[in-house]
């Protein structure tokens, strides 16, 4: 059995443990509350920009802007991974990479752009092709432009058939999943019907055209800074309840090693009451 001052020990460590997983988990859920806001705010306006982008797409010629195009069928994939600089936060990165396996196999033509060093070490250790890593902005909402930039330039000169985004979807603070998310092409769009949409029946000044012209730019740009503000809320949220587990965790292992200590203790005070008695009983 192990002895009293290895389990001391232990005890103490379990104990430091648990107040830097604690002290962490109050962090990651301070943080958490405002980047859920975010995201929750973003989202609304995300999907209305996305709303606009349809109709008003549905009711423009196709050859009235590049961006409206089916793309090249002969270009590769454009894939934007978005995680984070840190780790512990669970399983969240390990299922959003496993969801990237899925989604995109190492048999099809693509390009990566990451955000976040998780990211761009995945990319780089599964033998795909990383275009660009934008983990050093920050905050990450900075590679918003650059990001749009280079698929927009990709995308019109047929480099790029399609442009994807994958990322961590913000659900509530205990469920975040893997998501993807298509952001071009646009065609395809006039398909999806959607009843409570009015746009199609507003005036629109000067014309369709002119602005669907700042329209989509800005489109492309709120679908990206949507995903990283989910991502942002996942990351948060992942890493709270990974921090109250292993606080928790601690302060059962302490529990445990306690009541070992304690039935040290107690066995060794019993063998000195046993000694004790025995040696008055010898000198009687």
Known sequence: MASVKLITRRIKSSKNIAQITRAMEMVAASRMKKAQD?????????????????ELSAKTEKTLHPLLSSGNPKG????IVISSNKGLAGGLFSN?????????????QADYITVGKKGESFVLHSGRKLLADFSSLSPFTESVPPITKALVEGFLNGTYKDVYVVYSSFINALRQIPAKKQI???????????E???FANFTIEPDVETVLESL?????ENQIRAAIYDAEASEHSARMVAMKNATDAALDLMDELTLIYNKIRQEKITYEIA??????????
């Open 275 to 284: 000694d004790t008695v025995t040696a008055r009983m010898a000198l009687e």
């Open 76 to 79: 590769k994939s454009l894939i």
């Open 216 to 220: 989509l730019p800005h489109y492309l």
């Open 38 to 54: 975010a995201a929750l705010r973003n989202r609304a306006y995300a999907d209305k920009i996305l709303q606009a982008t349809r």
């Open 184 to 194: 071009l092409p646009l065609t395809g769009f006039e398909d999806q019907k959607d």
């Open 96 to 108: 959003l990479f496993r969801e990237v396996d899925v989604l995109f196999p190492h048999n099809i």
């Open 196 to 198: 409570s949409s009015h």
